[in-house]
């Protein structure tokens, strides 16, 4: 099937470790549609601040949004800083592959339950976060191999007061087949969505089918608070 499935104004990109049929395929993606789900493409040299707008003006009128890794370099060519704002961070590079520590520094958050204290990723890139915009709260981070400056990793943004959640992995295959990665970003789901568990449930039964999943920026359409 086709690597992508257009709603609204977007894609979601899923890359497979295997060819998959498109009925494999089908329960998930129904669970995220059943979800209310608004996902975006990865666009990095888009510079048309209308096309921009109307992608932050869904989530500025109440939204949610989950960002996950290359969301944070898309549009990283435009002048405005609309996308950025909506991200929570800016970033346009990112530090070589390794396996990184990533340290909880609000284990207490819904978002961030049953995650360990310190994780080490699969081996994946670490991206310099710039910019931190200023209604953003870390929920975990990371450590530069190169200049030993703290990086934020996972967090959550109050934009114009919609909750987007954001993590800057998901690079490579194993990340996306790492169990705590997959079971945080589920519970970024489950944030906003009823459908977590059944979300939850297509994902795992999906992976031990050897696909991998790389969703760039998902938005549901659940409450805001």
């Not at 949610?64 to 898309?74: D, E, G, K, L, R």
């Not at 087949?177 to 999906?206: H, S, W």
Request: glycine share 6%.
């Amino acid at each position: 099937m086709s690597p992508f499935w257009f709603e609204t104004h977007g894609a979601v990109d899923i890359r497979l470790s295997r060819n998959l049929t498109e009925d494999e395929v089908a329960p998930f993606l129904e669970s995220a549609r059943s979800a209310g789900a608004l996902v975006v493409p990865a666009v990095a040299d888009t510079t048309d601040a209308a096309y921009i707008r109307k992608i932050t003006a869904a989530h500025k009128a109440g939204k949610p949004a989950i960002v996950i890794h290359c969301a944070m370099h898309s549009y990283r060519a435009a002048t405005i800083d609309d996308w950025r704002e909506f991200l929570g961070v800016t970033s346009r590079r990112h530090d070589h592959q390794s396996r990184y520590p990533v340290r909880a520094v609000q284990a207490g958050h819904p978002a961030l339950q049953g995650f360990p204290a310190v994780w080490t990723s699969p081996m994946d890139e670490l991206y310099i976060i710039e910019k931190l915009w200023p209604r953003t709260t870390v929920l975990a981070d990371s450590v530069s191999e190169k200049d030993g400056s703290v990086q934020p990793a996972v967090w959550v943004n109050d934009y114009h007061g919609t909750r987007v959640f954001g993590t800057t992995f998901g690079h490579s295959n194993a990340t996306w087949q790492d169990p705590v990665f997959i079971a945080q970003t589920i519970r970024m789901y489950d944030e906003f969505a009823d459908q977590g568990e059944d979300l939850q449930n297509q994902v795992k039964a999906m992976t031990s089918r050897g696909a991998v999943f790389r969703l760039t920026g998902v938005a549901f359409g659940s409450s805001t608070k």
